[in-house]
């Protein structure tokens, strides 16, 4: 059983410890010491937490309009943040948007990675026709500018929290895929490889249980550089009135609607576009942080 | 990570890029703010100038901002009202109306009236002296079989055209000579004068050798037309240039150019009207705008209401709408004066009918006939059989009451209004969903062709005259093989009787009766629920001249060739 779990552990002279454990704990210690990206992951935790807690935490109906309170200023008894246009509470109105953007954000990476990871995989280490045609496919998908690609599904599919994310995540998957093919062509040739094949491994385990988990790190990166874009994307979206329709709150269309009113009342504003900030910045940081922790040049040898 | 920036210089007593950079910028801010204090200054001087007598000036551009793009240059196409706008720069009719409602003839030499021989004593044979001098843009002389082609394309069931109404009256018309149109109606038309204020002439030597006029090239990259412009450029999704037609017949053209730029979002719009960047604001300036642009200086704000009316129109293909019951259910549960006045900023007229109180034909009796009354909502649904399910959402026969709404993306207040409704309708138990889309797909098949269940639509009464069989016969269904725009398929036949009552009268007063009938008959079966008459604003800068937003139509360009910019 050890043997054929092919991966490579190799034991040196100054402690019991397997590298790879070792590794992991220092790409760890590495991460939580660039504070940047520490202080990020932070951030992005409270943020799911709040969501994932937003009806608890804002009591207040998001759907609730009321148009005697329209753009109630911050502070104004019962509207911690103010209202909107229509009189609705900002505060539970961002948070529940939090769930939706997120969720968005998050599932669409899931799927652009997933999709992405395994054709790349296959392109990576089949070459030959496989591989042309699906870095063809990739091709033409990303030289068609996003927004006409999206336009054009939506056209066919009704505007809603599942073919949203379906959709931007099938348009995403082709910088993944291009990343783990690369990873892979160079991973393919190295010895642990041929040692792995040698043992009697098939296809398919070395795809899945060597050659993808050794370019984890480029996907990581891109993972969350994805789950920044989408929440993007689908504001883009709304703005073409194809995103989550109204009245569900999502970070872009409640800036989309803010707009509008930026003269009049400009914190309805603020707030969605500094937690678009904020979101996308940490992702960034946070797979900056990632990124770094595990460049394998860093890591003992 | 980021590296530490090298400064690449090196040389010692020279002048690093960043210092340069930094130079740079700081003088160019200061040479800008200085060229604008100078402009300031001249603007001001120039506002305190005694204004010049108001003669027409040649030349100069004025840009318009809209925020609906055009499809199609073509006049006879299915038209949205800002893409009517455009179309009425480049072609003309027989006769336009000005502001008091008067024709004025424009490609017909004279109004033709009983009294001139031009209206027969039935009221059914018209004879029409055109003008000899008209040039279509091509240079081809315009002539009666010009007339005589549009009037045969419209009537053609192979084209798509947004109304036939009144066109489909014609049984015989001829050209005796090349200036001489003759026709006769089946029966009389009443507003027949006014339905031809809208039947732009389009080139019989041109589109009769078009193999599909649908989709010949005409309509979005060559219009030939015989009006005061003609296209110069067309930047799909950016803007339309027209330039001056000098062989003009009418008055004018004075400009040079004519620009129309498209911003579909009315905020971007504003703020480029308030740079200066267009001179006048789109042929409706959003109610949220109207108080800032008041305060903008140099900037004339003008208010016109309207003929044009926004409702509620139910596709009565769903079960869901057939039973009138429902329809006024839900017409009780639209708390439409707080719409009004938070949404609109109480700048709408309230609608209980299609017709505005100002127009001759108003039955005031319908006056006060809708409140907010949910619990009269409730209880005519509980009499359809609508019995509140689990969830709050009323049921009958296993089905729910759910069905969607849509209306144009980007049209804030109208959003709002729907959101606002949505919630007041879920209180009475039906569960509104919304999915909007842009003006273009909105209106296109999935309007004409009644495949939405429920939309927000505008509609304009033409030329102010109450005709409105093209929304309510139940021949002008496009579905259902009619060319009207009764997409919202409703059929009634006291409705039709009504309306052909209508349309046959030619006393003003006895039209008055017939009309003040189908009011009240149509506040009762609510085909459409109305909402609100719009009272349009349009904001121009002061060097616009000639610029008469008029309550009769929507579109300003009505006049376009009468306009021109005062130098400073």
């Not at chain 1, 082709?174 to 093919?181: D, E, G, K, N």
């Not at chain 2, 036939?164 to 109606?185: C, M, R, S």
């Not at chain 2, 842009?438 to 005259?465: H, Q, T, Y």
């Given at each position: 059983m050890a043997l054929s779990s092919a991966r490579a552990t190799a034991f040196d002279g100054?402690?019991?410890?397997p590298k790879s454990r070792r590794n992991r704990s220092l790409a760890w210690a590495k991460f939580r010491r660039n504070r940047l990206a520490a202080g990020s992951a932070v951030l992005l935790l409270v943020l799911a937490l709040m969501a994932v807690l937003a009806p608890w935490v804002a009591t207040?109906?998001?759907l609730r309009i009321d148009l005697r309170h329209k753009?109630?200023?911050?502070?104004t008894p019962g509207f911690v943040l103010g209202a909107d246009e229509l009189g609705r509470d900002l505060f539970s109105r961002l948070l529940h948007a939090g769930r939706v953007s997120l969720a968005v954000g998050l599932l669409t990476a899931l799927i652009a990675v997933t999709v992405g990871s395994i054709l790349g995989a296959l392109a990576g280490y089949y070459s030959g026709t496989l591989d042309a045609v699906i870095m063809r496919i990739a091709d033409t998908l990303l030289s068609t500018p996003t927004i006409f690609v999206l336009l054009a599904l939506s056209a066919f599919l009704k505007p809603r929290f599942s073919t949203i994310i379906l959709i931007i995540g099938l348009n995403s998957w082709m910088s993944v895929a291009r990343l783990v093919r690369g990873q892979i062509l160079s991973i393919k040739q190295q010895e642990f490889i041929l040692a792995a094949r040698a043992l009697g491994a098939g296809d398919r385990r070395l795809i899945f249980r060597q050659l993808l988990p050794n370019s984890l790190a480029p996907v990581l990166v891109a993972a969350t550089l994805n789950v920044a874009t989408a929440i993007l994307t689908e504001s883009s979206l709304s703005y073409l009135g194809y995103?989550?329709?109204?009245?569900t709150a999502t970070w872009g269309n409640m800036l989309n609607n803010a707009q509008a009113y930026v003269r009049v009342a400009p914190w309805v504003a603020v707030y969605p576009g500094a937690m678009i900030t904020l979101t996308v910045l940490s992702f960034n940081f946070a797979g900056d942080g990632v990124r770094d922790a595990l460049d394998p040049r860093l890591t003992a040898s | 990570m980021a590296q530490r920036s090298v400064n690449r210089s090196g040389r010692s007593g020279g002048v690093s890029r960043r210092q340069l950079l930094k130079g740079a910028v700081l003088g160019t801010a200061a040479l800008g703010s200085g060229v604008w204090q100078l402009g300031q200054r001249g603007a001001a001087h120039a506002a305190s100038a005694v204004p010049p007598a108001a003669v027409p000036v040649r030349g100069g551009q004025i840009i318009n901002g809209f925020q609906q793009e055009l499809?199609?240059?073509?006049?006879?196409?299915?038209?949205f009202e800002q893409q009517r706008g455009i179309q009425m720069c480049l072609f003309d009719a027989l006769w336009k109306l000005d502001p008091m409602g008067n024709f004025v003839p424009n490609l017909a030499a004279e109004m033709p009236t009983q009294a001139n021989g031009g209206i027969s004593r039935d009221g059914t044979s018209f004879t029409i002296t055109l003008r000899r001098d008209v040039k279509w843009h091509d240079g081809q002389p315009f002539t009666a079989k010009d007339v005589v082609f549009t009037w045969r394309t419209i009537l053609r069931p192979d084209i798509i055209t947004s109304t036939t109404v009144g066109f489909d009256q014609l049984e015989t018309i001829a050209a005796?000579?090349?200036?001489t149109v003759t026709f006769k109606l089946k029966q009389t038309f009443a507003p027949i004068l006014t339905s031809l204020c809208e039947m732009f002439i389009i080139p019989e030597h041109i589109l009769s050798k078009s193999a599909d006029i649908n989709k010949d090239e005409f309509n979005t990259k060559r219009p030939i037309g015989t009006g005061a412009f003609k296209l110069l450029e067309r930047v799909p999704g950016d803007h339309i240039t027209l330039e001056a037609n000098?062989?003009?017949?009418?008055?004018?053209?004075?400009?040079?150019r004519l620009v129309f730029k498209f911003t579909p979002d009315d905020n971007v719009l504003y703020t480029q009207f308030s740079t200066g960047e267009i001179d006048i604001a789109g042929p409706g300036l959003a109610v949220n705008l109207v108080a800032d642009a008041k305060k903008l200086p140099n900037v004339t704000v003008f208010s016109a209401p309207s003929y044009t009316y926004d409702a509620i129109c139910p596709?009565?293909?769903l079960p869901v709408f057939q039973d009138k019951r429902v329809r006024q259910a839900l017409y009780f549960g639209m708390d439409k004066k707080t719409i009004i006045d938070k949404i609109f900023e109480g700048l709408m007229l309230e609608a209980?009918?299609?017709?505005?109180?100002?127009?001759?034909?108003?039955?005031?009796?319908?006056?006060?006939?809708?409140?907010?009354?949910p619990e009269k909502s409730k209880r005519l649904l509980e009499e359809a059989g609508w019995k509140v399910g689990s969830d709050g959402i009323r049921v009958k026969d296993g089905k729910r009451l759910t069905f969607e709404n849509s209306c144009t993306t980007g049209a804030k207040q109208r959003e709002q209004m729907q959101q606002y409704l949505q919630q007041g309708w879920r209180e009475i138990g039906a569960d509104m969903q919304i999915s909007n889309k842009p003006a273009s797909v909105l209106f296109g098949d999935f309007f004409r062709l009644s495949k939405f269940e429920s939309i927000i639509n505008g509609m304009p009464l033409s030329g102010g005259d109450p005709e409105f069989s093209f929304r309510i016969?139940?021949?002008?269904i496009p579905v259902k093989g009619?060319?009207?725009?009764?997409s919202i398929a409703y059929e009634n036949p006291k409705a039709d009787r009504l309306v052909e009552a209508g349309l046959r009268e030619m006393n003003q007063e006895k039209r008055k009766q017939i009309y003040g009938e189908l009011q009240e008959f149509l506040l009762d079966e609510l085909p459409y629920l109305p909402i609100y008459h719009w009272v349009f604003y349009k904001a121009a800068r002061?060097?616009?001249?000639g610029f008469r937003p008029t309550?009769?139509?929507?579109?300003?360009?009505?006049?376009?060739?009468e306009w021109w910019v005062k130098k400073a």
């Amino acid at each position: 059983m050890a043997l054929s779990s092919a991966r490579a552990t190799a034991f040196d002279g100054r402690d019991s410890t397997p590298k790879s454990r070792r590794n992991r704990s220092l790409a760890w210690a590495k991460f939580r010491r660039n504070r940047l990206a520490a202080g990020s992951a932070v951030l992005l935790l409270v943020l799911a937490l709040m969501a994932v807690l937003a009806p608890w935490v804002a009591t207040r109906d998001p759907l609730r309009i009321d148009l005697r309170h329209k753009f109630a200023a911050p502070g104004t008894p019962g509207f911690v943040l103010g209202a909107d246009e229509l009189g609705r509470d900002l505060f539970s109105r961002l948070l529940h948007a939090g769930r939706v953007s997120l969720a968005v954000g998050l599932l669409t990476a899931l799927i652009a990675v997933t999709v992405g990871s395994i054709l790349g995989a296959l392109a990576g280490y089949y070459s030959g026709t496989l591989d042309a045609v699906i870095m063809r496919i990739a091709d033409t998908l990303l030289s068609t500018p996003t927004i006409f690609v999206l336009l054009a599904l939506s056209a066919f599919l009704k505007p809603r929290f599942s073919t949203i994310i379906l959709i931007i995540g099938l348009n995403s998957w082709m910088s993944v895929a291009r990343l783990v093919r690369g990873q892979i062509l160079s991973i393919k040739q190295q010895e642990f490889i041929l040692a792995a094949r040698a043992l009697g491994a098939g296809d398919r385990r070395l795809i899945f249980r060597q050659l993808l988990p050794n370019s984890l790190a480029p996907v990581l990166v891109a993972a969350t550089l994805n789950v920044a874009t989408a929440i993007l994307t689908e504001s883009s979206l709304s703005y073409l009135g194809y995103g989550i329709q109204p009245p569900t709150a999502t970070w872009g269309n409640m800036l989309n609607n803010a707009q509008a009113y930026v003269r009049v009342a400009p914190w309805v504003a603020v707030y969605p576009g500094a937690m678009i900030t904020l979101t996308v910045l940490s992702f960034n940081f946070a797979g900056d942080g990632v990124r770094d922790a595990l460049d394998p040049r860093l890591t003992a040898s | 990570m980021a590296q530490r920036s090298v400064n690449r210089s090196g040389r010692s007593g020279g002048v690093s890029r960043r210092q340069l950079l930094k130079g740079a910028v700081l003088g160019t801010a200061a040479l800008g703010s200085g060229v604008w204090q100078l402009g300031q200054r001249g603007a001001a001087h120039a506002a305190s100038a005694v204004p010049p007598a108001a003669v027409p000036v040649r030349g100069g551009q004025i840009i318009n901002g809209f925020q609906q793009e055009l499809q199609s240059f073509n006049p006879l196409t299915a038209t949205f009202e800002q893409q009517r706008g455009i179309q009425m720069c480049l072609f003309d009719a027989l006769w336009k109306l000005d502001p008091m409602g008067n024709f004025v003839p424009n490609l017909a030499a004279e109004m033709p009236t009983q009294a001139n021989g031009g209206i027969s004593r039935d009221g059914t044979s018209f004879t029409i002296t055109l003008r000899r001098d008209v040039k279509w843009h091509d240079g081809q002389p315009f002539t009666a079989k010009d007339v005589v082609f549009t009037w045969r394309t419209i009537l053609r069931p192979d084209i798509i055209t947004s109304t036939t109404v009144g066109f489909d009256q014609l049984e015989t018309i001829a050209a005796p000579d090349p200036y001489t149109v003759t026709f006769k109606l089946k029966q009389t038309f009443a507003p027949i004068l006014t339905s031809l204020c809208e039947m732009f002439i389009i080139p019989e030597h041109i589109l009769s050798k078009s193999a599909d006029i649908n989709k010949d090239e005409f309509n979005t990259k060559r219009p030939i037309g015989t009006g005061a412009f003609k296209l110069l450029e067309r930047v799909p999704g950016d803007h339309i240039t027209l330039e001056a037609n000098r062989a003009y017949h009418g008055p004018g053209p004075y400009l040079d150019r004519l620009v129309f730029k498209f911003t579909p979002d009315d905020n971007v719009l504003y703020t480029q009207f308030s740079t200066g960047e267009i001179d006048i604001a789109g042929p409706g300036l959003a109610v949220n705008l109207v108080a800032d642009a008041k305060k903008l200086p140099n900037v004339t704000v003008f208010s016109a209401p309207s003929y044009t009316y926004d409702a509620i129109c139910p596709n009565m293909l769903l079960p869901v709408f057939q039973d009138k019951r429902v329809r006024q259910a839900l017409y009780f549960g639209m708390d439409k004066k707080t719409i009004i006045d938070k949404i609109f900023e109480g700048l709408m007229l309230e609608a209980e009918t299609y017709i505005p109180p100002y127009s001759w034909a108003y039955n005031p009796k319908v006056k006060g006939y809708h409140k907010h009354d949910p619990e009269k909502s409730k209880r005519l649904l509980e009499e359809a059989g609508w019995k509140v399910g689990s969830d709050g959402i009323r049921v009958k026969d296993g089905k729910r009451l759910t069905f969607e709404n849509s209306c144009t993306t980007g049209a804030k207040q109208r959003e709002q209004m729907q959101q606002y409704l949505q919630q007041g309708w879920r209180e009475i138990g039906a569960d509104m969903q919304i999915s909007n889309k842009p003006a273009s797909v909105l209106f296109g098949d999935f309007f004409r062709l009644s495949k939405f269940e429920s939309i927000i639509n505008g509609m304009p009464l033409s030329g102010g005259d109450p005709e409105f069989s093209f929304r309510i016969h139940s021949k002008y269904i496009p579905v259902k093989g009619g060319n009207g725009r009764n997409s919202i398929a409703y059929e009634n036949p006291k409705a039709d009787r009504l309306v052909e009552a209508g349309l046959r009268e030619m006393n003003q007063e006895k039209r008055k009766q017939i009309y003040g009938e189908l009011q009240e008959f149509l506040l009762d079966e609510l085909p459409y629920l109305p909402i609100y008459h719009w009272v349009f604003y349009k904001a121009a800068r002061t060097h616009v001249q000639g610029f008469r937003p008029t309550t009769l139509m929507m579109q300003d360009t009505w006049n376009a060739n009468e306009w021109w910019v005062k130098k400073a």
